[in-house]
């Protein structure tokens, strides 16, 4: 099967995360495996400003879409049993050679994020930065990720804007400051030369994540700090724009806790 004639779009995503690798990732991911704290999306908000993930020393964390696991690194770091799942060999490449020059080792897996191999009930915290929202379908990995994680566990996926998504050409390049397409259109994009992506509005997210079992707690819409510039690579938005316009959302959910049996 070709990239093109795979309707899930996988073989066109690990085609197309083979070369970001080559291009891009690969050095990215060595630099940021070094860096002292994390640090959110284009803009690289620090966790310290944002408060997203609390104290998860002693947690089990899953990573969904960890890419080169950056993420995963600052997270074993911080004290959690991490286990990165990604759908690129090239970029788990890059992380099992970040873990053998400098550690931290933790669990490295070629998988699908709307097909994990997990058990279910195995985790506390479930992590994406961009590798599960924009590239899998809405309500297979919020299902999945509901179905690892225990009672009262916590999910944190970062995502592009619906703002952005509405306001970059069809044929690629940089938002502008006019909607380009019709926000009904944002479920399912296919860029020239990319991959599929979903963007769905907010309404949708909210039904999928409810209709996944989860219970919303925020949705933090995210702008660039005054003395921060234009992303080197992923220049889809320009800092300026970011700060008119929120440019990337994180949504937090939970799990209802088991129910307390009555006496």
């Known amino acids: 099967m070709t990239p093109d004639d795979d309707p899930s779009g996988r073989g066109r995503a690990r085609s197309l995360w083979a070369l970001l690798n080559e291009d891009f990732t690969d050095a990215d991911g060595v630099t940021r495996w070094s860096e002292p704290e994390i640090s959110w999306g284009l803009f690289r908000i620090p966790e310290r400003d944002l408060r997203l993930l609390g104290d998860v020393a002693g947690l089990d964390v899953l990573e969904i879409g960890?890419?080169?696991?950056?993420?995963?690194?600052?997270?074993?770091?911080?004290?959690?049993?991490?286990?990165?799942?990604?759908?690129?060999?090239?970029q788990l490449?890059?992380?099992?050679?970040?873990?053998a020059r400098s550690g931290p080792v933790f669990g490295l897996v070629e998988a699908d994020g709307e097909r994990?191999?997990?058990?279910?009930q195995t985790f506390d915290l479930v992590v994406s930065e961009y590798g599960a929202a924009p590239w899998c379908e809405p309500q297979r990995w919020l299902a999945e990720a509901a179905r690892v994680l225990r009672p009262g566990g916590r999910l944190v996926f970062l995502t592009n804007s619906v703002l952005a998504a509405l306001c970059v050409?069809?044929?690629?390049?940089?938002?502008?400051?006019?909607?380009?397409?019709a926000q009904r259109d944002l479920g399912d994009i296919t860029w020239p030369g990319g991959g599929r992506e979903h963007h769905p509005g907010h309404g949708a997210w909210i039904a999928a994540l409810r209709g996944a079992g989860f219970v919303i707690d925020a949705l933090h819409e995210l702008h660039p700090s005054e003395g921060a510039g234009t992303h080197d690579y992923y220049d889809i938005v320009t800092a300026d724009?970011?700060?008119r316009w929120p440019a990337e959302d994180v949504w937090v959910a939970h799990l209802p806790p088991r129910p307390v049996d009555a006496p």
């Open 241 to 243: 724009w970011a700060r």
């Open 169 to 181: 050409p069809a044929e690629g390049g940089v938002a502008g400051d006019r909607l380009l397409r």
């Open 116 to 120: 994990l191999p997990v058990r279910a």
């Open 66 to 90: 960890a890419g080169t696991a950056y993420v995963s690194a600052w997270l074993a770091r911080a004290g959690a049993r991490v286990v990165a799942v990604d759908l690129s060999h090239h």
């Open 93 to 99: 490449a890059t992380a099992a050679r970040c873990q």
